[in-house]
């Protein structure tokens, strides 16, 4: 069991090195990217807007909670931005590129696979890797960049209403506690996260999509296996990412 894992582990690893080579190589598949691009943006923007409210709003409340029993309410605005920007929103994108996007390029792939339609494109000469997967990768690194931003605003705006309307907060302090905790480097940070998560989910997606087993019935239990796998490497991927960030970049005023 031991040395499946580890030998599929060291091909995801291997299928990853590849498209990161042949992203560079030409033609480049730029109709296929677009295409990809707009499927994976139209089947996660809705989900992302409304699932970021709620996420901001219980964020606001329970940091607004905590500095108030500690006597700090004039930081709550910009503890709630912090947590939203640096750790929310890019996890958020991420689960949802893997749910919804990433799950689709699993299934398309697998499909092909069953098919025999990547052997045969192997017998042309045809890469599959730098003809299907490349774009798909790329596109779901694009919309989770774009994405990002959209989830950060409108997680920002859901805690804001929350904080001013349901917890009492001024505008005012609101603001200026945003100002004086944040930095621009948590923005780079969170694009940073968002382009990484991107990148993972749709690696994962395209190994499980390329390696099913088992007929159709094979491809839902690969598609199943992606979405859990690129969950558990987000998230472990993201404290790593987080505690070398909090290492390098000094909080601001520290």
Known sequence: MITG???????????????ARAVFRRPFQFREFVEQFWFVAS???LP???????????????VGSLTE??????????ASVLAVVQQASPLIVALLIAGA????????????KIR???????VMGVSPVQRLVVPRVLAAMGVAVLLNGLVSVVGILGGYFFNVVMQ???????LSSFSALAQLPDL????????????IAGIVAAYRGLNPRGGPKGVGDAVNQSVVITFLLLFFVNMVMTAVYLRIVPPKGG
């Not at 894992?5 to 498209?19: D, I, K, N, P, S």
């Not at 996007?101 to 092909?112: E, H, M």
Request: aromatic share 8%; hydrophobic share 50%; proline share 2%.
């Open 69 to 78: 029993q500690l006597g700090a309410q004039s930081f709550t605005g910009g």
């Open 116 to 122: 025999e339609e990547l052997d045969a494109m192997e």
């Open 101 to 112: 996007g990433g799950s689709a390029i699993c299934a398309d792939l697998g499909s092909r």
């Open 168 to 174: 009492g907060g001024t505008p005012g302090a609101y």
């Open 43 to 45: 089947v996660t923007i």
């Open 5 to 19: 894992a580890l030998r599929q582990t060291g091909r995801l690893f291997a299928l990853a090195a590849e498209v």
């Open 188 to 199: 780079y940070i969170s694009e940073l996260k968002a382009l990484v998560f991107g990148f």
């Open 48 to 62: 992302a807007a409304l699932v970021s409210i709620p996420f901001g709003a219980v964020i606001a409340l329970q």
